[in-house]
């Protein structure tokens, strides 16, 4: 199993946990009304860009056709940088979402627009990998 799809289900794994313990813990502040205090969006985030999606990114990069016998999977740095911008993206936003009903200033904005670029560029690094590898097969 290549690197990257190794590395990719198990954080995968590890965002699947995070997102059960953040919703737990949406369930504990509402029981202690912690007011302006909300996990839950940030479990969504961990659960859907962290587990679903990275899950998929793993499976993908390793069932998608070759690229060539010498680049197998592509460009192992367009991987690097999905991995890394994704993860760096999510967490940004995982750390920031539950404090947002709290604190609302401009550097929490900025930070929320920057998590969003990171994850988007993460995403983008992984289709431009993938579509090299789909033009290559035809």
Known sequence: MPFYTRLFVKTSLVY??????????????SLARWSGFSPYQAGLHAFLVGWVLQLIIGIAYWMFPKYTRARPRGYDGLMALAYGALNLGLLLRIALEPWTPLVIQPWVRTAFVVSGV??????????????????RAR
């Open 118 to 135: 990171l994850q988007w560029v993460g995403l983008l690094a992984f289709v431009v990998n993938m579509s090299l590898r789909m033009k």
């Open 16 to 29: 699947a946990v995070l997102a059960a313990g953040l919703w737990l813990l949406t369930d504990i502040a």
